[in-house]
């Protein structure tokens, strides 16, 4: 368990971030231990799983002091390693995902169904919806993505997309009403929104 430490402002450690940047030894250990226990519960929550947390949050870490030397200042260092956070997270979900398991039903098909949890839409009904997503203008789907799917904030989501927070909303009631709009159309209806070219 990580001690409780007294709360520091994103402006300090942003600046114990950019003397790390620098060079400063001191630097990095305060940036670090200013923001261990944040890091920790975020990959925590992130991957619902507490015992991987801490080897998240190292790798988050590891991560972080490997790329410090970039590390600008545009945005709040907390926010910065945040992100990075949410990287190793995913990675490691990924990664997860592609590894085998191995398990001793007999018969695996009927376990799954009998697993699946009743009322959820099928793969058929994923495929679609991610087909409207994808007929969405640029702007929106990105919006739609960053908020809906990958689940930033909304502040979050507007650094990364380089836009006010407001146009974020904005973009994402606006995906909404199209989605609306578009699943309400007749299945064998062209959507009126054309694919985006990527």
Known sequence: MIPALPAVTDETVTAWALAAAGGD?????RFVRALQRDVL????????????????AQDTFLRALTALHRFEGRSSARVWLL???????????RGAARRPRTDTTADWEDAVERARPAGLPGFDDGVALMHLVEALPRDRREAFLLTQVYGLPYADAAQVARCPVGTIRSRVARARLNLAEMMADEPDTTPRYAPAVA
Do not use: M
Not at 25 to 29: C, L, N, P, Q, R
Not at 83 to 93: G, Q
């Open 25 to 29: 030894s001191e630097a990095v250990d």
């Open 41 to 56: 519960r975020y990959v925590a929550y992130l991957a619902d799983d507490t015992q991987a947390a801490d080897d998240l």
């Open 83 to 93: 992100s990075i956070a949410r990287r190793a997270v995913a990675d490691n979900i």
